[in-house]
């Protein structure tokens, strides 16, 4: 995932060699599909990709917000402390929605033949073939780490902002500031108050981000290797058919 070494599940489904994907066709950019088994491959390869996409745009959410200082555009009519909170909401939301990624990915895994907007919690882990194939717990795994920020999450969703006491004072700071300088006064906090509290917010919040997706990782990782020796099943059983 992003720089890292391939894992062991992406050499084997993303780089498998039998990958309808190697022998797209570049002019009408169609990928052959000519049996089960590249219906299979092809299908895993890109349910994996999405997974693995997740994952960075989690990464890049938090190094988003790390810089988020630096990455203020230039004449931006939002204050230091939106743009700050808009990462934040970045990464409630991305770290969130990586589960989805994970149960699309069982179901092109299974060939369990459920529509991508009809993949559900329990639509996955109450199927036979996912509980047969000892696929539940890891889920259920993933989902509960990934639901950490839930509550933060819905408030995002649900009421279009995020409300965090921790976060009230560097908001307030700016905007009183932003509010001075818009009415033509001396803004009431200096710059060395600004960045006391906007760094110490930003860095709380990357500690706080870098565990939760280790944890979420670690999951996801041990949820990799019991869905390996399943592609490698499915696989043989798509190639006699």
């Given at each position: 995932m992003g720089d890292d070494e391939p894992l062991e599940i992406e050499r084997a489904i993303i780089l498998d060699e039998e990958n309808p994907l190697k022998n797209i066709d570049t002019r009408s950019n169609q990928v052959p599909i000519n049996s089960e088994l590249d219906k299979y491959i092809y299908g895993c390869s890109q349910a994996l990709?999405?997974?693995?996409?997740?994952?960075?745009?989690?990464?890049?959410?938090?190094?988003?917000?790390?810089n988020s200082?630096?990455?203020?555009?230039?004449?931006?009519p939002y204050n230091e402390a939106e743009h700050i909170e808009y990462?934040?909401?970045?990464?409630?939301?991305?770290?969130?929605?990586?589960?989805?990624?994970?149960?699309?990915?069982?179901v092109k895994l299974l060939d369990l033949g459920v529509a991508n907007e009809s993949v559900t919690h329990n639509v996955v882990v109450t199927n036979e073939h996912v509980k047969n194939n000892g696929?539940?717990?890891?889920?259920?795994?993933?989902?509960?780490?990934?639901?950490?920020?839930?509550?933060?999450?819905?408030?995002?969703?649900?009421?279009?902002?995020?409300?965090?006491?921790?976060?009230?004072?560097?908001?307030?700071?700016?905007?009183?500031?932003?509010?001075s300088v818009s009415n033509g006064a001396e803004p009431p906090?200096?710059?060395?108050?600004?960045?006391?509290?906007?760094?110490?917010?930003?860095?709380?919040?990357?500690?706080n981000f870098n565990?939760?997706?280790?944890?979420?990782?670690?999951?996801?990782?041990?949820?990799?290797?019991?869905?390996?020796?399943?592609?490698?099943?499915?696989?043989e059983i798509r190639r006699r058919m």
């Open positions: 990709s999405a997974i693995s996409s997740a994952v960075d745009k989690v990464k890049i959410s938090i190094i988003m917000l790390e200082r630096d990455l203020l555009p230039k004449d931006s990462a934040i909401e970045n990464y409630f939301i991305r770290s969130s929605c990586l589960y989805d990624r994970c149960l699309i990915f069982t696929l539940c717990k890891a889920l259920k795994r993933i989902s509960k780490a990934c639901k950490e920020f839930s509550t933060e999450r819905n408030k995002i969703i649900h009421h279009g902002s995020y409300n965090d006491e921790s976060f009230l004072t560097v908001s307030a700071v700016h905007k009183a500031n932003q509010l906090f200096g710059q060395d108050v600004i960045d006391h509290f906007t760094n110490k917010a930003i860095e709380e919040k990357k500690v565990a939760h997706l280790d944890k979420i990782q670690g999951e996801v990782h041990g949820f990799f290797i019991k869905a390996l020796p399943v592609y490698i099943s499915m696989k």
